[in-house]
């Protein structure tokens, strides 16, 4: 029996062993409520001080109370666009956004439709890129915030952020971006950016699952968001609950190391990406890349073979982790919305793969990889 490869690391990647081993203690030894005053308490505050300062050095925050912890990155979008829009209503009701960002972002966005916001829908062009002069062109006087995502989780294209960013604090709209995909895989300066808001997530950078954090710009006046929850005073307020503090640690030492290697982590994505890509044009049938040549994530790999029935082929995968043009929408069977707004036609959208590659993958699971796709290939022609 062959064995499992997994290369679906943009979906979640494993915790490294290292982090694991720095969330230990904090299970049942240091547990203490991190807003308890006494020493159980202190040593709990600054367990998740010292991991709020590594997570605002991987991102070059202007201080570490930029960052406010959360338990996913889709909390976060769900704070930084209800929050934000709800604060901030008597200046204007109109969003702009794109078409291909994640679930996580649609949803939100379409709940404040239907509170009577209005959203502009930016259309990238066929590599999945939005251009900053087109937020501008999108920007009215009713425009308060836009969000577009650092880098595409299916398709790894990078977006133009800091150039958006630099468009929307000119005519003084704010500017929020989910860089779940982004964080910890590529250089991402929020100040030398000079952005507002940003999500982040713990489990697509070998963090822990639910963890995450919103960075929110210090700046004077203070940005106003409305907090989502509410309770107690955790988080300034923001978002009242109890400190996960092994998460909240586990996702500080994931920072630390992204930081560390973040070079190393890169070339060894690229490398192996373009092995595999290699490895895919040599099995004789037609497959085509997507994504922007250029302006991409290192470790992802989205390719459709046309004239396949995408359904058969993904079936025949048995022994390889990976996600589907249409697995998004798991089982729906619907093309993914990010192909289709790029213009990639149904059938192929469906026939596409996303090899997402991680720090543990080898250039032995990336030939292993093909070789299971060359069977399948076989096998349903
Ligand atoms: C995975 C992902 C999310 C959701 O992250 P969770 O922490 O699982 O909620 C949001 N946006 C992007 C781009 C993602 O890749």
């Known amino acids: 029996m062959p ?13 490294d ?5 720095a969330m230990q203690p904090f299970w049942s030894e240091t547990f203490g409520n991190a807003a308890s005053n006494h020493a159980l308490g202190w040593q709990a505050k600054q367990a998740v001080d010292e991991a709020r300062q590594q997570l605002a050095d991987l991102i070059n925050a202007e201080q570490p109370e930029a960052l406010f912890f959360t338990a996913s990155a889709t909390e976060s979008n769900n704070l930084a666009l209800k929050g934000f829009a709800q604060a901030n209503v008597a200046h204007g009701r109109h969003l702009i956004s794109q078409t291909t960002e994640h679930s996580s972002v649609l949803g939100p966005l379409r709940a404040l439709e239907a509170q009577g916001f209005t959203i502009t829908w930016l259309n990238p062009d066929e590599h999945g890129r939005i251009s900053a002069s087109q937020v501008e062109q999108a920007i009215t006087p009713q425009t308060i915030l836009a969000t577009i995502m650092a880098a595409n ?23 929020h971006t989910d860089a779940a995909q982004a964080v910890g895989k590529i250089p991402l300066d929020v100040c030398a950016a000079d952005i507002d808001l940003l999500t982040l997530s713990g489990h697509k950078m070998y963090g822990p699952k639910g963890s995450a954090a919103l960075y929110v710009a210090q ?3 203070a940005l106003k968001i409305s907090p989502q929850l509410h309770g107690g005073s955790h988080e300034r307020g923001l978002r009242p609950s109890t400190l996960a503090v092994p998460l909240i640690v586990g996702l500080g030492e994931a920072a630390r190391l992204a930081q560390s290697q973040i070079q190393d982590d890169m070339v060894h994505g690229a490398a192996l990406r373009e092995r ?8 004789g049938v037609s497959v085509r890349r997507f994504g922007d040549p ?27 982790c990976l996600s589907s043009g249409a697995a998004c929408a798991s089982g729906s069977g619907k093309a993914s919305h990010v192909l289709t707004a790029i213009g990639v036609p149904e059938a192929l959208a469906r026939a596409s793969l996303r090899f997402s590659l991680g720090r543990p993958t080898t250039a ?4 292993a990889a093909a070789e299971q796709v060359k069977v399948a290939l076989q096998q349903i022609r």
């Open 294 to 320: 250029q302006y991409h994530l290192p470790g992802i790999l989205s390719v459709g073979f046309a004239g396949i029935d995408g359904e058969m082929l993904f079936k025949s995968l048995s022994y390889l």
């Open 276 to 283: 595999l890509w290699k490895n895919l044009q040599q099995l």
């Open 3 to 15: 064995k499992l490869i997994y290369l679906d690391f943009a979906s979640t990647t494993p915790a």
């Open 153 to 175: 989780n299916e398709i790894g294209t990078v977006q133009p952020i800091a150039e958006i960013a630099a468009v929307c604090r000119r005519r003084g709209v704010a500017f």
């Open 17 to 21: 062993p290292r982090v694991v081993q």
């Open 219 to 221: 700046r004077k006046p």
């Open 364 to 367: 032995d699971d990336v030939d």
